[in-house]
Nanobody
Framework: QVQLVESGGGLVQPGGSLRLSCAASESIFNMYSMGWFRQAPGKQRELVAGIISGASINYADSVKGRFTISRDNAKNTMYLQMNSLKPEDTAVYYC????????????WGQGTQVTVSS
C-alpha cells in the first residue's frame, strides 16, 4: 500500500504563494499518475493539476498560469507551486496517485488546508 502525506498548507493573503508537497512511501517513478485535487465546503472535489505517465500535464482552467505541478523522483515527492492565490482557491487540497502493480489502485492523502484571506 502507498501512503501519501501532504504538507505546506496554511493561511495566506490574496496574491500570495504557497508550495504544497506530497511525500509518497515508495517510488513514484513508475506511478501511472499523480495529481492534486481540492474540495471547498459544499462543493465537489475537483482536479487541480495532474501528471499522467510522468509526462503529460494538465490543469484546471481556474488555475492555469498560476499553479505549477512538478515531481522529484529521487525524493518520491510531488509539488504544487501556487502563485497569485485568490480567495476562491480556499479548500482542502488532496494528493492523489494511481499505481499499477499487481492491479490498478488509487490512493489519497489526508489533505492539507489552504486558506486565502486577508
Amino acid at each position: 500500500q502507498v501512503q501519501l502525506v501532504e504538507s505546506g498548507g496554511g493561511l495566506v493573503q490574496p496574491g500570495g504563494s504557497l508550495r504544497l508537497s506530497c511525500a509518497a512511501s515508495e517510488s513514484i517513478f513508475n506511478m501511472y499518475s499523480m495529481g492534486w485535487f481540492r474540495q471547498a465546503p459544499g462543493k465537489q472535489r475537483e482536479l487541480v493539476a495532474g501528471i499522467i505517465s510522468g509526462a503529460s500535464i494538465n490543469y484546471a482552467d481556474s488555475v492555469k498560469g498560476r499553479f505549477t505541478i512538478s515531481r522529484d523522483n529521487a525524493k518520491n515527492t510531488m509539488y504544487l507551486q501556487m502563485n497569485s492565490l485568490k480567495p476562491e482557491d480556499t479548500a482542502v487540497y488532496y494528493c492523489n496517485a494511481v499505481v499499477v502493480k499487481f492491479a490498478p489502485k488509487e490512493y489519497w492523502g489526508q489533505g492539507t488546508q489552504v486558506t486565502v484571506s486577508s
